[in-house]
């Protein structure tokens, strides 16, 4: 499975984004899919998980304001960024795994795949 991340930019606080995460190979479309993203000098922070079936689960820190969706026809998934503070500031990486239960979900070593990583810059 490869995967390409693509949607970062600049933006102000309180604006929105939309970051896409396009994954090719077989079965690709089966995967449980997730977004990490990381800033300067931090480790690696979970940001939400999206299942095969549409199932989700996101991180305290942006629950409310982040939204993950898939279109399964297209093998693309989507993370829409709304109410985005500066604190968001990161390069953001989409994952993926074959299965994984939730309780697993926020460790980045369970994931087979990843993307290349987009940046995401918000200004104050």
């Known amino acids: 499975v490869q995967l390409q991340a693509s949607g970062g930019g600049l933006v102000q606080a309180g604006g929105s984004l939309r970051l896409s995460c396009a994954a090719s190979g077989p079965t690709s479309s089966s995967y449980v899919m997730d977004w990490f993203r990381q800033a300067p000098g931090k480790d690696r922070e979970f940001v939400t998980t999206i299942w095969s079936g549409g199932a989700t689960y996101y991180a305290t820190s942006v629950k409310g304001r982040f939204t993950v969706s898939r279109d399964n026809a297209k093998n693309t998934v989507y993370l829409q960024m709304n109410s985005l503070k500066p604190e968001d500031t990161a390069v953001y990486y989409c994952?993926?795994?074959?299965?994984?239960?939730?309780?697993?979900?926020?460790?980045?070593?369970?994931?087979?795949?990843w993307g290349q990583g987009t940046q995401v810059t918000v200004s104050s």
């Open positions: 994952a993926a795994v074959s299965r994984i239960f939730i309780a697993s979900v926020k460790d980045s070593g369970k994931y087979d795949y």
